[in-house]
């Protein structure tokens, strides 16, 4: 009988609760690692020139809180990216995939839910990391704005996810050693001008920018540490780019996934 | 038995195979390193007012050289061992009597060819920032020295997280942790004298702050921390110091896997 999807998401939450257990390091590098890209970007920038220049050229009132929120959405797209990528690729490795072919369960099902729990635990784990430095810089208005920009990193999550499914599509049948797309996460993340304005980027790269979620999702950060209270219109726009966004990634994530399914099934996995 | 010379040669053929055969994967590398730098670099950039950029891009450049130096050392050394380890290929290189060390020091054929491809690429970027001239090298056998030297102690340090991932589980970014530190304490990203006071005895101490201060004498003639002789000594004698701890921590690490095996399986 077919697991359902319920099943394997329980299974899931279960294995990442005794991965997490069996790993403590790598617990506490996801809470510090926010910190940690603010540090080297905070470094960087202040032995190069001055934290006041790039207060006047992104237009913010809190640069510190900005590159903190920031470097918190690039970790949960990085980990969304990656955990969903790489988990057929991981299954590859450990000789899991064929087994989990033979299932009756449809592959494609347990590909896209697995990874689900530890995406939602990764992105949480990165904002909630920073809530610390955000409670310190503007009280509970800082605190607010974070649960703000988690529910926009919620949202964003949909389409990434679709994205991360087609990537792992393509991964399936080139049979390569990594994740040959990883690129695209770095890629998103410049497009998206997680560190910088996007207008530094010349006219092209700014219009792809606008089919990828973690811009959406950058932009309410913006928003949060511009204004004391930020704007709503502006905010549902934002919301309303990552529906679409999540209609269009999704519908073809399962598209791509079924027919990754059938060219594997037919050439073989190793 | 199978004669050292030809070992050698096996494990070169083997890692030059695998950059064939897995050229995607290798073309994805050099992209991804590209992307990263240029999303930190764009950030740091904006710290920057436009009229200091043109002192500041080589300094930056070169920051970024030696970082990748380090960078690929750890990950294409060190983090591959996870695969090594969770293909079970340990084992197997024990069983026909061959080290996992020279197979893992061989990948630094892969680490260096990302990295030499990477660096001619930002150097690409940065001549469309801030013009051709931040190519102009002063002095570029000082410069190969310096480099050699930093890749001799990054490739050791990477073969010491090898050795001590064979026994615990090291996660990735636990190493990233160190890369950064390194990178912007330990004088890879600016030179110590720009450090603040503070800073300094703790980027000293770092091995690579001492073959970085070479390379930037040898790329825009600063002079070194320490003067360019003392900087020579002391890189070389950190350089072979940590070669020897390689070797010493990892002959030591084989003998307990023989008796142990391998620790480390799973994700790290």
């Known amino acids: 009988m077919p697991s359902t999807s319920i099943d394997i998401i329980r299974a899931s939450v279960f294995s990442t609760y005794a991965w997490l257990k069996n790993n403590k390091w790598l617990f506490f590098s996801m809470l510090i690692w926010p910190y940690l890209m603010t540090f080297l970007i905070l470094a960087l920038g202040m032995v190069y020139g001055s934290l006041e220049t790039y207060r006047e050229r992104l237009g913010i009132s809190n640069p510190v809180l900005y590159i903190l929120a920031s470097s918190g959405i690039v970790m949960s797209s990085l980990m969304i ?17 064929p087994y989990l072919l033979l299932t009756p369960t449809k592959t494609y099902k347990v590909l896209i839910l697995e990874p689900v729990p530890s995406a939602i635990l990764s992105s949480t784990m990165s904002m909630l990391a920073i809530l610390p430095g955000a409670v310190f810089f503007e009280g509970l208005l800082g605190a607010g704005k974070l649960f703000l920009i988690l529910l926009v990193v919620y949202l964003g999550m949909l389409p990434l996810i679709g994205l991360s499914v087609i990537i792992a599509s393509l991964t399936l049948v080139l049979r390569e050693e990594t994740n040959i797309a990883s690129f695209l996460t770095p890629l998103i993340l410049l497009l998206s001008g997680v560190f910088y304005p996007i207008q530094v980027l010349p006219t092209i790269l700014q219009g792809m920018s606008r089919i990828f979620p973690t811009l959406y999702v950058v932009q309410a950060a913006k928003l949060t540490a511009t204004y004391t209270i930020p704007e709503i219109k502006a905010l549902l726009g934002l919301i309303s780019a990552l529906i ?25 996995v190793i | 038995m199978m004669r050292n010379d030809i070992r050698i040669r096996a494990i070169i053929w083997l890692h030059f195979l695998r950059l064939w055969r897995y050229k995607f994967s290798f073309l994805n590398n ?19 007012p436009s009229s200091k950029w043109g002192e500041m891009a080589p300094i930056a450049l070169w920051g970024i050289i030696m970082w990748q130096f380090l960078s690929s050392s750890v990950w294409y050394i060190g983090g591959w ?3 090594f380890i969770s293909q079970g290929l340990v084992e197997e290189h024990l069983l026909t009597n061959t080290s996992p060390v020279p197979v893992l020091v061989g990948r630094a054929i892969t680490g260096l060819s990302v990295t030499l491809a990477a660096s001619l690429l930002v150097a690409l970027v940065f001549t469309g920032l801030a013009g051709a001239s931040v190519l102009i090298v002063y002095n570029p056998l000082i410069v190969l020295v310096g480099l050699v030297l930093l890749a001799t102690m990054t490739i050791s340090y990477a073969l010491l997280l090898s050795a001590a991932s064979f026994r615990i589980g090291i996660p990735g970014t636990i190493l990233d942790i160190a890369n950064f530190i390194s990178f912007v304490l330990g004088g890879l990203a600016v030179p110590i004298a720009n450090l603040p006071e503070q800073i300094r005895p703790i980027a000293l101490a770092i091995p690579y702050a001492h073959p970085a201060e070479i390379v930037r004498y040898g790329v825009r003639g600063l002079e070194p921390y320490l003067g360019l002789a003392n900087e020579l000594i002391i890189s070389t004698i950190f350089a072979l110091a940590l070669a020897l701890s390689a070797r010493i921590v990892f002959k030591r690490t084989m003998k307990y896997i023989r008796k142990h095996g391998v620790k480390a399986v799973g994700r790290m």
């Open chain 2, 81 to 83: 061992t996870w695969f």
């Open chain 2, 30 to 48: 050099i992209l991804t390193t590209i992307l990263w730098l240029t999303i930190f670099v764009l950030g740091a950039l904006m710290f920057i």
């Open chain 1, 244 to 268: 679409i966004l999540t209609l269009i990634y999704n519908g073809t994530a399962s598209l791509a996934l079924g027919t990754s399914e059938r060219m594997v099934k037919k050439s073989g």
């Open chain 1, 81 to 97: 990216v990656d955990v969903v990528a790489t988990s057929a690729l991981y299954h590859r490795w450990l000789g899991t995939l």
